[in-house]
């Protein structure tokens, strides 16, 4: 359902997304307006109709707004998840700390930040899906038979100490970073794909997280005994 939910949302702006940036090779004031920012672009796709267009603008760009709520929130229990001394501060202040922040970046950043976060993007997928691999690792070989106790998420002794997955995440970005293909490297094996090269991180850190977890994990179960 939360799958469904989120796809009839995201599909039609999505949609008019590819539409905008397939538009940009074969428009030039699409293409002047891209090299500004992506909000730039947005109006200029607008454009034809008029002043209703600029409402629309004015519309997306509190969409943009609004967008930003849910994950300030999520990055205070974010923070509260951190141990318990961080779960003693309050959520509101813990939101009220990631709003100040992505505020002093949007200000400092604001000629360059949409490239910074083109860039730094990239990174977040390496990461997420390397955790993802190492996750569902843990749930189908080795609880798929125990179970979750749910009532333990946050006792420290009946959790994974978390040897296992540190080390087979920290691989993981070896095979990220000797296959990434960035504005800022290229890995040796990225380099050598084609003839412009490829990039290969999310692949190479799923593999090699893949391979390296699970008897890691097997020696964390079998000599700490969780």
């Not at 590819?18 to 500004?36: F, K, M, P, R, T």
């Not at 008029?50 to 709520?69: D, E, M, T």
């Not at 700390?97 to 992505?102: G, I």
Request: proline share 3%; aromatic share 16%.
């Amino acid at each position: 359902m939360t799958l469904t939910g989120l796809f009839l949302s995201f599909a039609f702006v999505n949609c008019l997304g590819v539409g905008l940036a397939s538009g940009i090779a074969s428009n030039q004031d699409w293409s002047d307006a891209y090299n500004i920012s992506s909000g730039a672009l947005i109006l200029a796709g607008f454009n034809g109709l008029q002043g209703f267009g600029k409402f629309c603008g004015v519309v997306v760009a509190l969409g943009v707004i609004a967008n930003n709520i849910p994950g300030t929130y999520s990055a205070a229990l974010g923070f509260q998840m951190l141990g318990q001394y961080p779960k003693l501060v309050p959520r509101y202040i813990w939101t009220c700390v990631v709003v100040a922040t992505y505020f002093v970046c949007a200000l400092v950043g604001r000629d360059h930040l949409f490239v910074i976060f083109q860039n730094f993007l990239a990174l977040m997928g390496y990461w997420v899906t390397i955790f993802f691999i190492i996750v569902l690792e843990e749930h189908v070989l080795f609880k798929w038979n125990e179970g979750f106790d749910w009532s333990a998420w946050e006792d420290q002794t009946k959790l994974p100490i978390g040897v296992a997955a540190l080390i087979a995440f920290l691989v993981g970005w070896v095979g990220a970073v000797v296959g990434m293909d960035q504005a800022y490297f290229v890995g040796p094996i990225a380099v050598k794909v084609g003839d412009i090269g490829a990039d290969l991180g999310i692949w190479l850190g799923c593999a090699f997280a893949m391979v390296v977890f699970p008897p890691l994990r097997w020696l964390e179960k079998r000599f700490i005994g969780r």
